[in-house]
């Protein structure tokens, strides 16, 4: 018998969580994730509102259209089944901005966790499951290899077109699995080397089938990937389809693109393309590329209503100021310009000016944990185009040097505020895939150590100091790092004093992140710097620094290219193609257990390669939230694969 789920209507056991894929994330519910709770006291509270009179079901401007004809009434605008949100206090009151920032404009990522998470399945608040979201049930088949979704009937974008499984078909067959938009379709997608099917059963009901058992579908649906199920509408999308459009080249060239396919990139992008229908609660108004801030305003047409029925959300808009630097963004949280901020602000460094200025500011900490691993990971090119360079990079001993030629505990203390322990890109020590000896293996830093590993490399110091290549060449080369980030950047120019100790020259090139982005997947960089994802129950799901897994597998992503059958590719060394196989078995594998096991088999490899060099293990971070910002959970968790604070329910905060 398979397993089925109900929008939130019961708590599932541990053999539930296993059925649906859920094994892998429920470490955490072991460890952080019980500091969460979406109603501590077990009911939710009224809120304090003038009068304590009546609330409204729906936010006054939308009432005040709907009196002048120019909006459908509440009922006819909700599904059948909105889903049903109990506020973390209290229930809230409608109106005001969310003021909040963007580090540049490139940073999409805080758009997203915002006012941007809605997937089929969400992350429940304390991630410990998946759970119904745009999806009002889930039932698997018993081989783990059949997922039903039965969607809200009478749901509706957010331009008042219903919203159905045409639209999850489009997006699945007609993008994921269109070969000029997607040459390849994503690995959490395949199974047995085959894509699965998709199957539309009626207007509200879809049926995924695989070739064989998909054991973090589902996990894998409420992360970030997960989105493009539903975030693609038909009715307005298939205009800039080759498929349903014959005229489409001659669109494209007419709107000043190359092709159709840049057009459609165009025209499904929701922070710069302010046409696009959305299912989120707030929708872009003012996009990003066109000034100093981006707006998103309230969705007439949004699915969810609190316990008494009021339509979400409560917030009118979530204003984002697009910000070019930290410095800034930390006086605007001590003006008491943000009210609620985690992303870029919550370093060690600025904790200190936010604490003097809190009073001021009339914020809070939040606590937060976070699943990041690493405070900075040096990443040299395994497979650089430089022949010279690839060689000298691959081998093992020169990056066993440079790792001991790094004062950590010096980096700690003048960069990262005395935070944090030595710790190369392994799972924090809370992980169930905690592994000692990965984590801790060539931290000591040793200059003696360091010669000694590079003089085994084969590299020796020529009449100036600096070691020569296999050609001949002093070693010199570049690492990339995205501003504004002062981190990074004070981080490497200690590397770099390090490094040119034991003879190795590199030169820090400050440079944008989409530009970095650009640079990293033509395969153009020497070496950059990112953070360590990966360190608490998103590893299984987001391995990048384990193996060569994704295109943010910065050390070698020409072989992540292999694995995902991408371009520009490289054939990886033995143990990087044993890992891919393990982690192919891994997807396959139906219980948590047994995927745990073939996981830690991969890890034990990565031990062996020592792909990155990391440095510090990040302390637990923070969120400022103004006094009068209410329902943010009293800790929050955060991660790429968990969204953060997305699976928090952003709608249902309110300003009092």
Not at 100 to 114: H, M, N, Q, S
Not at 203 to 219: I, M, R
Not at 378 to 398: M, P, S, T, Y
Not at 608 to 623: D, H, M, R, S
Request: contains cysteine; hydrophobic residues 35%; neutral net charge.
């Amino acid at each position: 018998m398979g397993i089925r789920y109900d929008d939130e209507s019961r708590r599932m056991s541990r053999r539930d969580l296993l059925a649906w894929g859920g094994g892998a994330v429920t470490v955490l519910s072991l460890s952080g994730c019980s500091l969460l709770s979406t109603d501590p006291t077990g009911k939710a509270g009224r809120s304090g509102g003038a009068g304590g009179g009546p609330r409204s079901k729906q936010a006054p401007d939308l009432a005040a259209q709907v009196k002048a004809g120019n909006l459908p009434p509440l009922g006819q605008r909700l599904p059948k089944k909105p889903r049903v949100i109990k506020p973390v206090e209290k229930l809230g009151t409608y109106g005001g901005d969310w003021r909040t920032a963007l580090l540049g404009p490139g940073d999409t990522a805080w758009a997203y966790r915002t006012v941007g998470y809605e997937q089929l399945v969400n992350w429940d608040p304390g991630w410990t499951k998946p759970i119904p979201n745009i999806a009002e049930s889930v039932e698997t088949d018993p081989t783990g290899a059949e997922f039903t979704f039965r969607l809200r009937a009478g749901m509706k974008w957010s331009d008042g077109k219903p919203f159905t499984a045409d639209d999850i078909v489009f997006a699945y067959d007609d993008v994921f699995m269109n070969k000029e938009l997607n040459p390849q379709p994503p690995t959490w997608l395949v199974t047995g080397g085959k894509p699965g099917r998709l199957e539309k059963i009626d207007d509200v009901t879809v049926k995924f089938v695989f070739s064989a058992p998909n054991g973090l579908f589902l996990a894998n649906i409420a992360q970030p990937a997960g989105e493009g199920l539903t975030n693609k509408p038909r009715h307005y999308l298939e205009q800039f389809h080759k498929k349903y459009n014959p005229e489409v080249a001659t669109l494209a060239k007419k709107r000043k693109f190359d092709n159709w396919i840049d057009l459609f990139g165009a025209m499904a992008d929701p922070w710069n393309h302010v046409g696009l229908p959305r299912i989120t609660g707030w929708v872009v108004k003012d996009a990003l590329g066109t000034g100093s801030r981006m707006v998103a305003e309230r969705n007439p047409y949004y699915w969810k209503v609190d316990t008494e029925g009021s339509q979400l959300p409560y917030i009118d808009r979530v204003v984002f100021n697009v910000i070019n630097n930290e410095e800034t963004m930390v006086l605007k949280a001590v003006n008491g310009e943000l009210d609620m901020q985690e992303r870029t602000i919550n370093t060690p460094q600025n904790k200190p000016v936010l604490a003097a200025g809190r009073d001021k500011g009339e914020f809070h900490f939040v606590p937060e944990t976070g699943s990041s691993m690493n405070n900075l990971i040096i990443a040299l090119n395994l497979a650089h185009k430089n022949a010279a360079l690839r060689e000298v990079f691959q081998n093992r001993d020169f990056r066993i040097g440079l790792s001991h030629a790094i004062d950590r505990k010096e980096m700690i203390s003048a960069v990262f505020q005395r935070q944090g322990q030595p710790w190369q890109a392994a799972s924090r020590p809370e992980s169930d895939y905690h592994d000692e000896e990965l984590a801790t293996q060539y931290t000591e830093y040793d200059v003696a150590l360091a010669n000694k590993h590079l003089d085994r490399a084969g590299y020796k110091r020529g009449a100036n100091g600096v070691r020569l290549g296999p050609d001949g060449k002093p070693i010199s080369f570049q690492v990339d790092v995205a501003v504004p980030s002062a981190l990074w950047t004070d981080g490497m120019e200690l590397v770099r004093k390090y490094w040119q100790e034991v003879g190795v020259n590199i030169r820090v090139n400050g440079i944008d992140r989409t530009l970095m982005y650009d640079r990293k997947t033509a395969n153009s960089q020497d070496a950059n710097v990112w953070g360590g994802d990966g360190g608490l129950a998103d590893a299984i799901l987001d391995p990048r620094w384990y193996f060569p897994f994704s295109g943010e597998s910065n050390y070698a992503i020409p072989w992540a290219n292999w694995f995902n059958n991408t371009t520009p590719k490289q054939k990886p060394p033995s143990a990087a193609l044993q890992q891919m196989e393990l982690y192919r078995k891994l997807m396959t594998t139906p219980d948590a257990d047994g995927r745990n096991e073939i996981f830690m088999q991969i890890l034990k490899i990565a031990r062996e390669q020592f792909y990155a060099i990391g440095t510090v293990l990040p302390p637990k971070g923070y969120a400022i939230v103004r006094n009068n910002f209410h329902n943010v959970p009293k800790s929050l968790l955060n991660g790429w694969m968990y969204p953060g604070p997305g699976p928090t329910m952003p709608e249902q905060y309110f300003i009092s």
